[in-house]
């Protein structure tokens, strides 16, 4: 986990100012969804699958 925003308001903020990569592709949608198998990267901050518990 990455930690980077704990509620939608700063998520709103941090969106606004900072560029998200999902799949590669760059994305700043608050509240997009995410699937099983997705990749996000925030530069400077880390990279994390989205994967289904068991």
Known sequence: ML???S???MAKAFLSEHPIYVNGEQDNRRGRKLRNGDVILIPGKGKVKIE???
Do not use: K, L, M, N
């Open 7 to 9: 509620t939608g308001g």
């Open 52 to 54: 289904q518990a068991s």
């Open 3 to 5: 930690d980077v925003v």
